[in-house]
């Protein structure tokens, strides 16, 4: 709009230093016939587009004429419209300058990512109760820019955010929640081979209890006693176990792990998202191993298991800790510059070359 009235005004001092050498009679011909061509297009035109540049261009060069003399002249618009045109032209103007006024200064974005800390940190927490922290923290905001902060970046406010869904529960008790559940694997001759494991929740690690053909309720019972003993022989504490509604779990079962003080808590009907991490592992087994692997029998299939629970536990990274594995933490980082240009890596291959691990030589 600036530049189109730029133009404007630019074009309309020409055209008036055009009319400086004219004489008086041939400027008053120039004019009937502009006002007649006017009205010829004006018979034509019910309603005739103007822009915003045209708008302020003819309220600033109208706005001083009389009523009386706007009346006589053959404008495409109103006098009153133009009047008009000029009032918001002046409003504008004088609001952009109160805007340019200096206000309150904006909070520093260390005050910001604190706020938004403690709103992501502590869902039950209004702006009030952050206030009131950041007071505690020597931190002096006004109630209302907590508020501001927390609406700018999109927070709804504490009631709408405390809410306990599942993931959150999983996430809160996770160094006290195990998860189980079968899943089966076909051998070379067609038949289904029943896979029975456990995963720790806090660190991810993987315990396979067994395989079968049939899995009885005598099976799953002994199963559930050797997972307990390796729990305690690896000084576990664990409150909850998480499992599906399938039928070879049975009452006997259950018991075994009441008896050690851990709750049994069984996920909804067709809702594998509340066992997530289980069913998460059980995909990473099925990609990285039994897709690639042809299983000749259950011995088979229990031997390569056992190699895919130690690739899994001590040297596979997961994201979930960070890259580090559930038996390995994440070892510290080159800072010698020898070191990284001369690296020597080897690569150790499990079961025919299937799982590959890498660690430097020596």
């Not at 006017?38 to 706005?63: N, Y």
């Amino acid at each position: 709009m600036l530049l189109r009235l730029s133009y404007l005004a630019v074009s309309s001092v020409f055209a008036f230093m055009r009319l400086l050498p004219m004489s008086d009679v041939d400027k008053g011909i120039k004019i009937l016939t502009l006002r007649h061509q006017l009205a010829v297009l004006q018979r034509q035109i019910d309603r005739p587009r103007v822009t915003a540049a045209d708008r302020a261009f003819l309220a600033a060069l109208l706005h001083r004429l009389p009523r009386p003399r706007l009346r006589q002249l053959h404008l495409i618009v109103s006098p009153d419209t133009i009047l008009r045109w000029h009032r918001d032209l002046i409003r504008r103007h004088a609001d952009a300058s109160r805007r340019k006024r200096p206000g309150r200064l904006p909070t520093c974005r260390a005050i910001q990512a604190l706020v938004l800390r403690l709103a992501h940190e502590n869902a039950g927490w209004g702006y009030r109760r952050i206030h009131g922290e950041l007071i505690v923290l020597g931190i002096k905001v006004a109630p209302s820019t907590v508020w501001e902060i927390l609406r700018a970046h999109g927070i709804e406010p504490a009631p709408e955010r405390d809410r306990q869904t599942w993931a959150t529960f999983l996430r809160s008790q996770a160094h006290a929640i195990l998860a189980c559940d079968f899943f089966t694997a076909t051998t070379l001759n067609g038949a289904s081979v029943y896979v029975f494991a456990v995963i720790e929740h806090a660190n991810r690690r993987v315990r396979i209890l067994g395989v079968t053909t049939h899995p009885t309720a005598a099976w799953v019972i002994q199963a559930a006693r050797n997972m307990v003993m390796d729990l305690q022989d690896a000084g576990a504490t664990v409150a909850h176990l998480v499992r599906d509604r399938d039928s070879k779990y049975t009452r006997a079962f259950d018991a075994v792990f009441a008896a050690e003080g851990i709750e049994v808590v069984t996920t909804g009907i067709r809702i594998p998202r509340m066992n997530s991490i289980m069913e998460r592992w059980v995909q990473t087994c099925r990609r990285e191993l039994l897709d690639r692997t042809l299983i000749w029998n259950q011995s088979h299939l229990l031997h390569a298991l056992r190699e895919f629970e130690s690739f899994y536990n001590g040297h596979r990274p997961h994201r979930t800790l960070h890259s580090a594995a559930p038996l390995r933490p994440v070892p510290d980082p080159i800072t010698e510059p020898d070191r990284v240009d001369h690296l020597e890596v080897h690569r150790r291959d499990r079961l025919g070359g299937v799982l590959h691990e890498y660690a430097h030589a020596g």
